[in-house]
C-alpha cells in the first residue's frame, strides 16, 4: 500500500456523495471504515435460516457511529470560522464533538441530563476538554437551550439537526452496500432522535440512485418501551429506558424516520428493557461482540420479529451496533455473573474450575 491509498476517513472515501469540503478543513480521527461481521451463532440460536450482519460502529474513534456525522460537521464549522460547537446529549454525541473540537483546537460545550448518561461517556467528554454542562432536565430538555443558545451566539450546533450530521453518517449504509455488493433486504436500527435511521435511508437511495445497488432495504426501526414516541404516536414526557443512547421522548428527526419506515415498507416497534438486556448479553456471550444496550436493542427487535415469522428464508439482515459495549460497563457486570472467590491456592482454584480429583 502506498501512501497515497492510506485511509483517512469518510469525507476523502465519499467525496462524490458529500457535500463539498476543502481538504486544509477537514477534521478527521480516521472515522468510518468499520467491520461488517457475520453472525456465527447467533441464527442458530434463535433458530432462524436470515443470513445476519452486524455492522459494529463502536469501532468508530469515539466508540460510536457519532463520529461519521461529527467529522462533517466539524470540519464544515471549521471551514466557515467557528470558534466553538455545542450539543445536548445523552453521551455519545458529547464525547465525539469534545473528540472533534479538540483536534480542529476550537471550544466545545455539551449538556447532558443529571445522572442519566453512561460512565465512559462522560470520561470522555472531559478528557477532551469540553465545558460539560449537566443540567437537572433530560435530553429533550437540553435540546431546546442548545439551539436557543446556539440560534442566538455564535456556537455551532453539532446535534443531528444538523443537516452535515446526517450527510456524513449515511456513509455507513454505503460501506454495507459496497462490502456486501448489494443492499441488505433488511436494515435494523435504534431509534433515538432518529437522526442514523433517516441518514442510512438517504444513504441507501442516493446509492439506488447512482447505480450502485439494484434494490432498497425495508427499513426496521426499535425504540424502547419507555421512550417510544413513535410508536405511540406521542410525546413522551418523561422517557425511561436502561438504554440511556435512546431515552429521548421527542426526536429531532421524528417525521423523516416515519418517512424512511414507510417509503421503504419497513416498521418502527418497540421492545422492553427486559428484551434489550438479554440481547445485550446474548450477543456479547454467543458472538464476542459487546456494544451497548441501545445498541443491542437491533438484536431484540430480530428476535420479536422473527419469532412472528416476519422474516423470509434466506433474507440479508444488517444489524447496526451503534456504541461500544466499554462505554457502559456497569450494565454489563449487572447482567453477567460475579467473579467468583478463591482462596490463593492451585487447589482451590482448580475446585472451583471444577478440575479437581
Ligand atoms: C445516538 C445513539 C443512538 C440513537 O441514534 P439516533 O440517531 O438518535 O436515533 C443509538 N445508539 C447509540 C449508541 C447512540 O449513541
Redesign the pocket.
Known amino acids: 500500500m502506498t501512501l497515497k491509498d492510506k485511509y483517512e476517513g469518510i469525507i476523502k472515501r465519499y467525496r462524490g456523495f458529500l457535500p463539498e469540503i476543502d481538504d486544509k478543513y477537514i477534521i478527521t480521527i480516521n472515522e468510518g471504515n468499520t467491520p461488517l461481521i457475520k453472525a456465527r451463532n447467533l441464527s442458530k440460536l434463535i433458530n432462524t435460516d436470515i443470513e445476519i450482519y452486524f455492522k459494529y460502529?463502536?469501532l468508530n474513534p469515539t466508540g460510536?457511529?457519532?463520529d461519521r456525522g461529527m467529522t462533517m460537521a466539524v470540519s464544515k464549522a471549521v471551514s466557515e470560522g467557528t470558534k466553538a460547537v455545542i450539543c445536548a446529549s445523552?453521551?455519545?454525541?458529547s464525547a465525539s464533538a469534545s473528540a472533534y473540537a479538540a483536534r480542529a483546537g476550537i471550544k466545545s460545550f455539551v449538556l447532558i441530563p443529571e445522572g442519566k448518561i453512561a460512565t465512559g461517556k462522560l470520561s470522555q467528554a472531559l478528557i477532551h476538554g469540553a465545558t460539560v454542562i449537566q443540567i437537572k432536565g433530560n435530553f429533550d430538555e437540553a435540546l431546546v437551550i442548545t439551539k436557543e443558545i446556539a440560534k442566538e451566539y455564535d456556537v455551532t450546533l453539532v446535534n443531528?439537526v444538523n443537516p452535515f450530521r446526517l450527510e456524513g453518517?449515511k456513509t455507513a449504509s454505503f460501506e454495507i452496500a459496497d462490502e456486501l455488493g448489494f443492499a441488505p433486504d433488511y436494515h435494523i436500527?435504534?431509534?433515538?432522535?432518529?437522526?442514523?435511521?433517516?441518514?442510512y435511508w438517504k444513504g441507501y437511495k442516493e446509492y439506488y440512485d447512482a447505480g450502485k445497488i439494484k434494490s432498497l432495504p425495508k427499513m426496521l426501526?426499535f425504540q424502547a418501551e419507555g421512550a417510544a414516541p413513535i410508536v405511540l404516536n406521542r410525546i413522551i414526557e418523561k422517557p425511561h429506558t436502561v438504554?440511556t443512547?435512546?431515552r429521548?421522548g421527542n426526536?429531532?428527526?421524528w417525521q423523516k424516520?416515519v418517512a424512511a419506515r414507510d417509503e421503504s415498507g419497513g416498521l418502527i416497534e418497540s421492545v422492553s428493557d427486559e428484551e434489550i438486556l438479554k440481547a445485550y448479553f446474548m450477543l456479547a456471550s454467543n458472538e464476542g461482540v459487546f456494544?451497548?444496550p441501545?445498541?443491542a436493542?437491533t438484536l431484540a427487535g430480530l428476535i420479536k420479529l422473527s419469532g412472528r415469522g416476519f422474516f423470509e428464508k434466506g433474507s440479508v439482515c444488517v444489524l447496526t451496533l451503534?456504541?461500544h459495549g466499554l462505554?457502559d460497563p456497569e450494565n454489563a457486570i449487572k447482567v453477567s455473573k460475579e467473579p467468583l472467590a478463591a482462596p490463593c491456592d492451585k487447589n482451590s482454584v482448580l475446585k472451583i474450575m471444577g478440575l479437581n480429583k
Do not use: D, R, Y
Open positions: 460502529e463502536g460510536s457511529f457519532k445523552t453521551g455519545n454525541t443531528s453518517q436500527l435504534p431509534v433515538g432522535n432518529a437522526g442514523n435511521i433517516t441518514a426501526g438504554a443512547a435512546i429521548i426526536p429531532a428527526s424516520a456494544c451497548e441501545a445498541s436493542i451503534t456504541g462505554k
